[in-house]
């Protein structure tokens, strides 16, 4: 399956990864749907920029971002990369907190991906935005983060059999450290990160978003159940 011609629908679209892939998917001539929660600037912005189509769902509302999905008829590629991060001791951590994020990172990816396949066509792609912290996490208060991210694992490679027959691959792609919004090159953690990188720089959103490109290639159409990490050796 190659971009162009193609219905792409992007969970989690307006900034840093997210905004990558629409980006790389809407040159590539595919046309792009993306959802946002709070950016609505950032949304407008990108949509102006790209020609893809800003739509505001909520990926922790289970209910509205399903009507999202199936509003928008038949998805080739499917990706998901609204993420959550909430990190902190455990014993102190507001429980209320941790299930927001649970209810974004699980359940909006699993449900976003289910009903993404019920119009899918046969070959299409579903790939996850994970991250590499679910096989490698050197640092305290990240617990429940991680817990998320591993069960993205999981999560995959059921899929990965259950679409299997219709030639649907199900693909987690797992960044590292990344210079977004969220983890920022010059921000406060980046010291830690480097020292535990084999190459010293962080990665950039494009290269995440290159590789999502390649995933949802008919080059890739053999890869299923697999995690992708893109770290610069961080979980080496």
């Given at each position: 399956?190659?971009s162009?011609?193609?219905?792409?629908?992007?969970?989690?679209?307006?900034?840093?990864?997210?905004a990558?892939i629409?980006?790389?998917?809407?040159?590539?001539?595919?046309?792009v749907?993306?959802?946002?929660?709070?950016?609505?600037?950032?949304?407008?912005?990108?949509?102006?920029?790209?020609?893809?189509?800003?739509?505001?769902?909520?990926?922790?509302?289970?209910?509205?971002?399903?009507?999202?999905?199936?509003?928008?008829?038949?998805?080739?590629?499917?990706?998901?990369?609204?993420?959550?991060?909430?990190?902190?001791?455990?014993l102190?951590?507001?429980?209320?907190?941790?299930?927001?994020?649970?209810?974004?990172?699980?359940?909006?990816?699993?449900?976003?991906?289910?009903?993404a396949?019920?119009?899918?066509?046969?070959?299409?792609?579903?790939?996850?935005?994970?991250?590499?912290?679910?096989?490698?996490m050197?640092?305290?208060?990240?617990?429940?983060?991680?817990?998320?991210?591993?069960?993205?694992?999981?999560?995959?490679?059921?899929?990965?059999?259950?679409?299997?027959?219709?030639?649907?691959?199900?693909?987690?792609?797992?960044?590292?450290?990344?210079?977004?919004?969220?983890?920022?090159?010059?921000?406060?953690?980046?010291?830690?990160?480097?020292?535990?990188?084999?190459?010293?720089?962080?990665?950039?959103?494009?290269?995440?978003?290159?590789?999502?490109?390649?995933?949802?290639?008919?080059?890739a159409?053999?890869?299923?159940g697999?995690?992708?990490?893109?770290?610069?050796?961080?979980?080496?």
């Amino acid at each position: 399956m190659e971009s162009s011609n193609h219905k792409v629908f992007v969970v989690g679209g307006s900034r840093g990864i997210g905004a990558a892939i629409v980006r790389r998917f809407s040159a590539a001539g595919a046309t792009v749907m993306f959802t946002y929660a709070a950016s609505a600037d950032a949304a407008i912005a990108l949509a102006a920029e790209t020609g893809a189509q800003a739509l505001r769902a909520d990926a922790g509302e289970r209910d509205v971002l399903i009507a999202a999905i199936r509003d928008a008829g038949p998805i080739d590629i499917f990706i998901y990369n609204a993420g959550l991060l909430v990190f902190g001791d455990p014993l102190t951590l507001d429980a209320d907190d941790v299930d927001q994020m649970i209810d974004v990172n699980v359940r909006g990816a699993y449900f976003g991906s289910v009903e993404a396949s019920r119009m899918m066509p046969d070959g299409g792609r579903i790939l996850v935005i994970g991250s590499d912290t679910a096989d490698s996490m050197p640092f305290t208060g990240l617990a429940a983060y991680v817990m998320t991210k591993a069960a993205m694992q999981g999560m995959a490679r059921g899929l990965a059999r259950d679409m299997g027959p219709r030639d649907i691959t199900v693909n987690v792609i797992q960044p590292g450290p990344t210079d977004t919004d969220m983890n920022p090159a010059e921000g406060p953690r980046a010291a830690g990160m480097l020292a535990e990188m084999a190459i010293k720089r962080y990665g950039t959103a494009d290269e995440v978003a290159a590789l999502a490109l390649y995933l949802a290639g008919t080059q890739a159409r053999g890869i299923t159940g697999a995690m992708h990490t893109i770290d610069g050796g961080f979980a080496a």
